[in-house]
């Protein structure tokens, strides 16, 4: 059986139901990687993201979210995204600190957890373009559905105007 939504979830849902954000969460077995990810498609649609948490050299972070299988130039991104130099994954415990989740459920809905700011989101472009946008709600056994559209004032109401890119290869 599945346990009940976290606090975090809970507020998590209570922002969007006070943005009046149409979303819609379904549960299934956690899901650590793309391949994994991609055997829920028949029964979740529109666009699945991967979230990569990066950090450049003067120890600013970044989340790049990007459609499930789109490519992104690690060794380019920086100059799109204003990073100083190359940038480099995070960090497990600066992924906690900062975004409220561990590996493996980073998402663009944990930008509430950063209420200092700290992350500079960055959504590709291509992925913007879908309709609807699918992400981990602070967790990877769930997926919540949401307007590419609502994602964007979400972002904005958590402190966190997010940068729209051509990340993808």
Not at 84 to 110: C, H, I, Q
Not at 145 to 162: F, K, V
Request: overall charge negative; charged content about 25%; hydrophobic content about 40%.
């Amino acid at each position: 059986m599945m346990s009940e939504w976290t606090e975090a979830q809970r507020a998590l849902f209570e922002r969007l139901d006070r943005l009046s954000i149409t979303h819609e969460t379904r549960r299934h077995a956690p899901v650590f990687t793309v391949a994994e990810a991609q055997a829920l498609r028949d029964d979740i649609p529109g666009a699945h993201t991967k979230n990569l948490f990066v950090k450049d050299k003067k120890g600013r972070y970044f989340l790049l979210v990007l459609e499930e299988t789109a490519e992104v130039d690690l060794k380019q991104v920086h100059g799109l995204i204003g990073a100083s130099g190359r940038v480099s994954f995070g960090k497990p415990d600066a992924l906690m600190e900062y975004l409220g989740v561990e590996p493996g459920s980073v998402t663009s809905l944990a930008a509430l957890n950063d209420r200092e700011g700290v992350v500079t989101v960055a959504l590709d472009a291509a992925l913007m373009k879908n309709d609807t946008i699918n992400a981990h709600p602070l967790s990877n056994d769930a997926t919540t559905s949401l307007s590419s559209a609502d994602l964007i004032r979400y972002l904005q109401d958590c402190d966190h105007d997010p940068l729209i890119l051509k990340l993808s290869s």
